[in-house]
């Protein structure tokens, strides 16, 4: 395995680690929690650069790769609605698309087709990644004057509605990318429809 499917490999490893840390009473295990997700999501960056710029890009590693975005950036936005922090609709939404779009790219590396990742879902996967690290300092700022007794203008009420304002983007923006996505490989989807059809259906009672 080389070192950028090492790197995606780690992403995914990193995961749980950043989520059970998360939920941590402890002030500082959430700031290292916050450590862990940086570091994860950074790796997303490394992997790509190292595999185009050493010539190490493989098929495996085109389909790991998102798979493990998808991993680790649905695995927050959880996180923050289980602790109240997004709306579940909104949280929906991206999670219902990522898990259309994974089956498709496993379909498609099983046609030996692999779905390359568009651009707009690179910027869809940053636009994320970036609330994300916006989201985890606001609540991580928060906690920590509200310890001392200080209140400042963004307060939980005020917060929470612009998170839910930058969810509704996210959220607009993850599903948007999923339809071009079935619109871009409408064939793939279509092949898929089939495949799905003849295995569902005995051969015996179609018409």
């Given amino acids: 395995m080389n070192l950028p499917n090492q790197l995606t490999i780690l992403r995914i490893l990193l995961t749980p680690l ?26 997303d960056w490394y992997d790509g650069y190292i595999a185009r710029k050493f010539g190490v890009v493989t098929k495996w590693g085109k ?49 030996g087709a692999p779905i390359t990742t568009s651009t707009f879902a690179k910027v869809k996967t940053f636009s994320q990644v970036v609330f994300l690290y916006l989201v985890y300092l606001y609540i991580l700022y928060t906690n920590a004057v509200g310890m001392k007794g200080i209140q400042w203008i963004f307060n939980t009420e005020s917060g929470f509605h612009l998170m839910n304002i930058g969810m ?40």
């Fill in 63 to 111: 389909f790991l790769d998102p798979l493990a975005d998808k991993i680790l950036v649905s695995s927050a936005f959880i996180c923050f609605c289980v602790m109240g922090y997004f709306h579940a609709w909104m949280v929906t939404v991206v999670v219902v698309r990522d898990v259309i779009i994974t089956v498709l790219r496993s379909y498609a590396v099983y046609k």
């Fill in 168 to 207: 509704l983007f996210i959220s607009i923006v993850t599903a948007a990318s999923g339809l071009l996505y079935l619109v871009d490989n409408r064939s793939c989807v279509a092949d898929m429809k089939k495949d799905l059809f003849r295995l569902i259906v005995p051969s015996n009672t179609r018409v």
């Fill in 18 to 43: 950043f989520v059970f840390l998360l939920f941590s009473s402890s002030s500082t295990l959430q700031w290292l929690s916050f450590a862990v997700f940086v570091i994860a999501s950074l790796t």
